[in-house]
């Protein structure tokens, strides 16, 4: 029997400002600088860490932008083979698929194709980063309290890309020889979203199996 994951919003491909593109002196150029130099070190355990006399909220943001471009790099890779003739539905594999609901548009849990799904997400995504009350940009200016609940929101639904991906396109992904730029890709994020508690378990199981592997690894 299909287990149905029943989703809140949404997922589209949007420019994000990469650490070239923000404002040098400012906390998020810094912290993305500093995640870039720990992410070459090698060791990804060490990287998704607080640096010390951080805020949680300032490292979140600067990851959550990260993985959203990331992701939506990696998707566009296979967007070809992902159309509604393929992928009729958001799924990862045959016991788990995925409803879209974003309280507009689809103001209940609805049945989209891969393709339509990853566009209503990808595009919700990109409002919330958008919205400087959310994401704010102005040194100062601080979170609101609802910043983590909805990033923790985010990182759910994109977890989702990633399960669809791997199941569905990991083929093709091999084909193109991107398949360790994948693997380090969501080994981050996997290591990111346990280490401040952000994804619960259960909205992981589609992926458990190599979930428990990179723990593993990185005990």
């Not at 194709?113 to 994401?135: C, G, H, I, R, T």
């Amino acid at each position: 029997m299909t287990s149905i994951f029943a989703m809140s919003r949404t997922f589209k491909p949007r420019p994000t400002p990469s650490s070239a593109s923000l404002t040098q002196g400012t906390k998020q150029y810094q912290l993305r600088k500093y995640a870039e130099q720990t992410l070459g070190s090698g060791n990804l355990r060490n990287a998704v860490v607080l640096p010390e006399g951080e805020e949680v909220c300032e490292w979140v943001a600067v990851h959550v932008v990260d993985f959203f471009n990331h992701l939506n790099m990696l998707y566009g890779t296979v967007t070809e083979f992902c159309n509604p003739t393929r992928c009729p539905m958001m799924n990862a594999g045959t016991k788990y698929e995925f409803l879209w609901e974003d309280g507009v548009t689809y103001k209940k849990p609805t049945a989209l194709s891969a393709p339509l799904y990853v566009e209503a997400l990808m595009s919700w995504v990109q409002n919330q980063l958008d919205d400087e009350k959310l994401f704010p940009q102005k040194i100062g200016v601080p979170f609101p309290k609802n910043f983590l609940s909805t990033c923790k929101t985010i990182l759910r639904r994109l977890f989702r890309v990633y399960a669809h991906i791997y199941y569905e396109h990991f083929d093709q992904i091999c084909a193109l020889g991107i398949e360790a730029h994948l693997n380090t890709n969501y080994r981050h994020f996997y290591l990111f979203v346990t280490e401040f508690n952000l994804v619960e378990k259960r909205d992981m199981i589609p992926l458990a199996e190599f979930n428990d592997t990179i723990a593993g690894e990185y005990k």
